[in-house]
């Protein structure tokens, strides 16, 4: 099992970043997927939801607007863009994989926002 991030990287504030989360060794499209991050010094917060068919959203209040959450069920990927970046949003991104038995975590990706 696999789950691996990337898109990570420094950006300005108000900019945008696309991360990316790649799925293998497990069957992906039975599982919802979440997007948390951890800040330093702080606990890991959920970021956004998509349920295993991607009909559902769900987004921690401070991302609504400005974050997306998406996945490709036949690419075993999941999607998150983030616009309107903020210095706050500076953390380490995890993509998690998550049924009602079996949770799956990736490494993370770092995102700094800074001028």
């Known amino acids: 099992v696999q789950l691996v991030e990337s898109g990570g990287g420094l950006v300005q504030p108000g900019g945008s970043l696309r991360l990316s989360c790649a799925a293998s060794g497990f069957t992906f499209s039975s599982f919802a997927m979440i997007w948390y991050r951890q800040a330093p010094g702080k606990e890991r917060e959920l970021v956004a939801f998509i349920s295993s068919a991607g009909s559902s959203t769900n987004y921690a209040d401070s991302m609504k607007g400005r974050f997306t959450i998406s996945r490709d069920n036949a690419k075993k990927m999941v999607y998150l863009q983030m616009n309107s970046l903020k210095p706050e949003d500076t953390a380490v991104y995890y993509c998690?994989?998550?049924?009602?038995?079996?949770?799956?975590w990736g490494q993370g990706t770092q995102v700094t926002v800074s001028s």
């Open positions: 998690n994989a998550r049924t009602m038995q079996r949770t799956f």
